[in-house]
Nanobody, 124 residues
Framework: QGQLVESGGGLVQAGGSLRLSCAAS??????MGWFRQAPGKERDVVAA????????YYADSVKGRFTISRDNAKNTLYLQMNSLTPEDTAIYYC???????????????????WGQGTQVTVSS
């Protein structure tokens, strides 16, 4: 069974930066992504990446501010978040696909494995 464990969340002031990490173990994960869920809202994609990192997807709200990357040798997914705003406050989840795909998959329904989430709070 595969496992995903997020880290790096916390409290930061508006304009600040955070780097989230997701340590993967137990099996090979192909496409991976970061999703977030704010109180009272649905879980939405933040960014997604293919297995080799050749293709990425970003939600419009984070384009130019967030960068998704992965190091397959370390079995780790990253999300570098810059210029954070209070609207970025949410629980951030790492997700992974057990099946290979040549294209990036931004939909939550495409992911089989989920981490427990890490809280990101941005103060104004």
């Amino acid at each position: 069974q595969g496992q995903l464990v997020e880290s790096g969340g916390g409290l930061v002031q508006a304009g600040g930066s955070l780097r989230l990490s997701c340590a993967a173990s137990g099996r090979t994960f192909y496409g991976m992504g970061w999703f977030r869920q704010a109180p009272g809202k649905e879980r939405d994609v933040v960014a997604a990446i293919t297995w080799r990192g050749s293709s990425t997807y970003y939600a419009d709200s984070v384009k130019g501010r967030f960068t998704i990357s992965r190091d397959n040798a370390k079995n780790t997914l990253y999300l570098q978040m810059n210029s954070l705003t209070p609207e970025d406050t949410a629980i951030y989840y790492c997700a992974a696909r057990g099946a290979w795909s040549s294209i990036v998959r931004p939909a939550t329904t495409e992911y089989d494995y989920w981490g427990q989430g890490t809280q990101v709070t941005v103060s104004s």
